[in-house]
């Protein structure tokens, strides 16, 4: 009985703002007649509200579950190893899609690899216990009922910061003032919790090289 309830709050409070909000943000962060991979995509409703805010693009999507109903092409994929050949698409997004896997690391070699031109990461900033708490609600609000792995693994800063370094990609934007939620939620669910980073791959390990 709760999961219903909260579906009908969360999407018709919270969830097409949010859409809207994140594809307007990552539209300014792609360039023009960009290839794009969207993995971790889900139903690919950002990725089709891009698609259709930005024409010139070519988006496609990559997932460890294909939904009854997407809204872009989605491939399966293993959650690990992205299957496509070095520098082969120019955009690779993650949209709040890495703190659902167990090893971030792993996919930010990967994406570092493919990717041509950049590399877009929405994600969270969890620094203290209410932080971590608070993220872990809402993961669980926006994603329980859709069978998404839930293993909580939020980054601090500074193991971001690590993490991007060891896959050898270089900052060119970082946008704290992620606004995705209409007051009151965003007293609570904002708070400076949200980033979107822009990254440039710099020289990466082939495939062959990326330890298994």
Not at 1 to 12: C, D, E, N, R, T
Not at 40 to 50: F, K, T, Y
Not at 154 to 171: G, P, T
Request: hydrophobic share 45%; aromatic share 8%.
């Amino acid at each position: 009985m709760l999961k219903p309830i909260i579906g009908f709050v969360h999407g018709s409070l919270i969830y097409e703002h949010r859409i809207q909000v994140l594809a307007c943000r990552i539209d300014k962060l792609v360039p023009k007649s960009a290839t794009v991979l969207d993995v971790g995509s889900g139903d690919g409703r950002i990725a089709s509200v891009l698609q259709k805010r930005r024409p010139d693009l070519h988006v496609e999507g990559l997932d460890i579950f294909i939904r009854n109903l997407t809204h872009i092409s989605v491939r399966l994929f293993d959650g690990q190893k992205i299957p496509y050949s070095d520098q082969s698409v120019d955009v690779i997004t993650f949209i709040d899609v890495l703190h659902h896997t167990v090893d971030p690391q792993r996919l930010l070699l990967e994406a570092a690899r493919v990717a041509r031109k950049f590399i877009i990461i929405k994600d969270h900033f969890s620094e203290n216990s209410l932080d971590y708490m608070t993220l872990k609600l809402m993961d669980w609000i926006g994603n329980a009922r859709h069978r998404v792995s839930l293993p909580y693994n939020y980054q601090s800063r500074r193991i971001w910061i690590e993490n991007f370094a060891a896959a050898k990609l270089e900052m060119q934007v970082l946008d704290e003032n992620v606004s995705l939620y209409h007051p009151p939620f965003s007293i609570i669910f904002g708070r400076g919790l949200h980033f979107i980073a822009q990254m440039r791959p710099g020289k990466t390990m082939s495939a062959a090289a990326i330890p298994v």
